[in-house]
């Protein structure tokens, strides 16, 4: 079975730029998270989706940062305009959303603004 | 609000030893759930281990296992017979009711070989 896929792995690019980051969630999951790592604040919960519907945004660091998933399989979150503080990994999860069921992450795409 | 606490920035052991990783957490829900996550270098996120709250028999898988202590609030992973590979970044996370994950700041761990 494929687990979550994101892409890109890698981006690299010069601040004040749009950036778009995607992730395809294991199918049949009706819940998608989006979570940013740095060493500073370690593992935080941007956002999250249930049924494709924004169920918690509160995570979401500011206006420049937005978030849609469109269908089931396909959630993206972008920022515009970037900027270096943003550098960090984003992670997207997904999980059945019931009981125990565990978040199944992605690799993950390590952005770094410049 | 929900906390989860792990007070080992770093932790060693040696090879084919024995090492136990602290978590304690806080919650007013009564029902929830809890991993320990590891991140290796290669920094995939691999669900290591899962507790429900309502169980009090420690779950275990090979050579991972957890001492859950609900009134204390303490969720400690203890991991035998350690391998090289099992050198990474552990992370404990609590699960609330509303399917979100709370993190701990991470152990890292170092195995001598």
């Known amino acids: 079975d494929a687990g979550v896929i994101q892409s890109p792995r890698h981006e690299v690019t010069e601040m004040g730029q749009e950036v778009t980051l995607r992730c395809k969630p294991i199918?049949?999951?009706?819940?998608l998270f989006w979570y940013r790592q740095t060493m500073m604040r370690g593992l935080e919960l941007l956002i999250y989706f249930n049924n494709n519907v924004p169920i918690d945004d509160s995570g979401m660091p500011e206006d420049r940062f937005s978030a849609k998933m469109p269908n089931a399989s396909f959630s993206t979150l972008k920022i515009q305009p970037s900027e270096p503080r943003d550098s960090a990994v984003y992670f997207c999860?997904?999980?059945?959303?019931?009981?125990?069921?565990?978040?199944?992450f992605g690799d993950g795409t390590r952005l770094s603004i410049l | 609000a929900q906390t989860v606490t792990q007070s080992q920035p770093e932790m060693s052991v040696q090879e084919a030893e024995t090492v136990t990783l602290s978590c304690t957490y806080d919650?007013?829900?009564?029902?929830?759930?809890l991993f320990w996550y590891k991140q290796p270098p290669s920094r995939q996120m691999i669900l290591v281990i899962r507790q429900e709250a309502y169980k009090q028999q420690n779950a275990t898988e090979n050579r991972f296992s957890v001492n859950f202590q609900k009134a204390a609030k303490s969720f400690s992973l203890k991991i035998s017979d350690s391998q090289l590979g099992d050198a990474a970044m552990y992370f404990c996370a609590l699960m609330d009711s509303s399917y979100k994950l709370i993190f701990g700041s991470g152990t890292r761990l170092l195995v001598r070989p």
């Open positions: 199918s049949g999951h009706n819940s």
């Open positions: 919650t007013s829900e009564s029902d929830y759930y």
């Open positions: 999860a997904s999980s059945p959303g019931q009981g125990d069921q565990p978040q199944h």
